[in-house]
């Protein structure tokens, strides 16, 4: 089904596995109290509570219920970490604050207790607090588009003794993660993004947009499937990975890898979901949100690039698969358009040199207007001949040397013989 998502509440599953597990503290100092440390945790689970899927309706409660939910507002800084408070935004905080990824895959805190407090009230109430904190944070850390995947095993773990309580919490990183696909989706992006360059903040989002529908198509025999049948192709599909390197993927690519285009252009950007949908609201110069779906821009069986959904109102609800969830609190977009203005594309780039500047030039598909945007010279990119200096011809008797090598342009040493 196009319309078709699995959200992230889903990585929140009840899976119990055998044998056990150790859980590598870093930067961690005796005696320290509310604090928190990074954790690696691999391999087995022993020990550890696994968590039951947090509903909606779960979710609402338990920050009404333990007023977590803050009068913040997602439409100043574009994170759901916003609008917690108190202990949830403490947790939220520390996930922040140690860099989790995929090294260090959680956190641990060590609480006191006191005569009165129960070791198993307090596990319990952690666990609550760090599901909503994690839910949050999943949302807002862009690190964690690659490493998450749809049945991640999520777990707590507690140990304590009269005076004190340690609570260790992770997820699980996805085993088809690697370093080597980090780096080459890195690239990927840090080449759009450098395309980019000179662009006003619709041009880029409409480049974005233009790319990711113009690269992928929509991953039906995927979303169709259960996780247990095929779960590489669901994570492909439901990570940033899919639409960004594998051509393909389902509205849950397809937005998160929009939002991280966004991130690196600074523009504020959500990712949104329905109970079967997900999507981008974006903010622009304006002050007003708008939304973005790439999904729905995407003919299915056909050709070309749709606009219908790209920075369009969707207020009230346009339609059932885009009625956002109750878990947060969403900003309103704007009742109208974003106005249309020039549509500028790159069409002609000449890189910078060590000696030469370079160029862009943009055309507006609308009016035919071009503007050409300068790039500074780059000390770092010799493109011209070489010179070799300080040669020295082997004999009979004795070594010779290949010689330094030297920018024929900027007269830049680049490398030393042999």
């Known amino acids: 089904m196009r319309k078709y998502f699995l959200s992230l509440t889903v990585l929140l599953l009840v899976l119990l596995l055998p044998a056990s597990v150790e859980a590598v503290e870093t930067g961690k100092t005796d005696g320290e109290t509310n604090k928190f440390h990074a954790v690696s945790?691999?391999?087995d689970t022993k020990g550890y509570d696994f968590y039951d899927t947090c509903t909606k309706d779960e979710f609402t409660g338990l920050l009404s219920k333990r007023k977590s939910r803050s009068t913040a507002s997602t439409s100043e800084t574009g994170l759901?970490?916003?609008?917690?408070?108190?202990e949830t935004l403490e947790i939220y905080e520390g996930l922040s604050s140690v860099e989790i990824g995929s090294v260090h895959n959680?956190?641990?805190?060590?609480?006191?207790?006191?005569s009165e407090d129960d070791a198993k009230t307090v596990f319990n109430t952690y666990r609550d607090l760090y599901t909503a904190a994690l839910y949050a944070y999943a949302r807002d850390r862009h690190d964690l588009f690659y490493v998450w995947w749809s049945i991640n095993k999520i777990g707590i773990k507690g140990s304590y003794n009269s005076t004190r309580i340690t609570l260790t919490f992770y997820?699980?990183?996805s085993p088809y993660y690697t370093d080597e696909m980090q780096a080459e989706a890195d690239e990927r992006i840090d080449t759009l993004v450098q395309a980019c360059t000179g662009y006003n903040r619709k041009t880029k989002l409409k480049y974005y947009h233009d790319w990711i529908v113009e690269n992928n198509y929509y991953d039906t025999p995927t979303s169709q499937i259960e996780e247990e049948d095929?779960?590489?192709?669901?994570?492909?599909?439901?990570t940033a990975v899919g639409c960004l390197l594998k051509g393909k993927g389902v509205c849950e690519s397809y937005s998160k890898l929009l939002k991280l285009f966004c991130l690196r252009e600074n523009i504020p950007c959500l990712l949104i979901t329905s109970d079967t949908h997900a999507w981008n609201y974006v903010k622009m110069e304006d002050g007003n949100w708008y939304m973005v779906d790439c999904t729905w821009?995407?003919?299915?069986?056909?050709?070309?690039?749709?606009?219908?959904?790209?920075l369009v109102s969707n207020e009230p609800n346009i339609d059932d698969s885009h009625t956002v969830d109750s878990r947060f609190n969403y900003p309103a977009t704007s009742s109208n358009p974003f106005p249309s203005a020039h549509d500028f594309?790159?069409?002609?780039?000449?890189?910078?040199t060590c000696v030469f500047e370079g160029s862009e030039t943009y055309y507006c598909s609308h009016c035919g207007e071009s503007v050409t945007f300068t790039l500074p010279i780059d000390p770092s990119n010799h493109t011209g001949d070489t010179l070799i200096e300080d040669r020295v011809e082997a004999t009979c008797g004795t070594d010779g040397y290949t010689g330094d090598t030297y920018c024929k342009d900027c007269g830049e040493f680049l490398e030393e013989g042999e």
Do not use: C, W
């Open 41 to 43: 945790v691999d391999g």
């Open 80 to 86: 759901f970490g916003s609008q917690l408070s108190g």
């Open 106 to 114: 959680g956190i641990s805190m060590t609480l006191p207790l006191t």
């Open 171 to 173: 997820y699980e990183v």
């Open 230 to 238: 095929d779960p590489e192709a669901v994570y492909y599909s439901h």
């Open 297 to 310: 821009d995407d003919p299915v069986g056909g050709s070309g690039i749709s606009y219908k959904y790209f």
């Open 345 to 352: 594309r790159l069409t002609n780039r000449e890189e910078a």
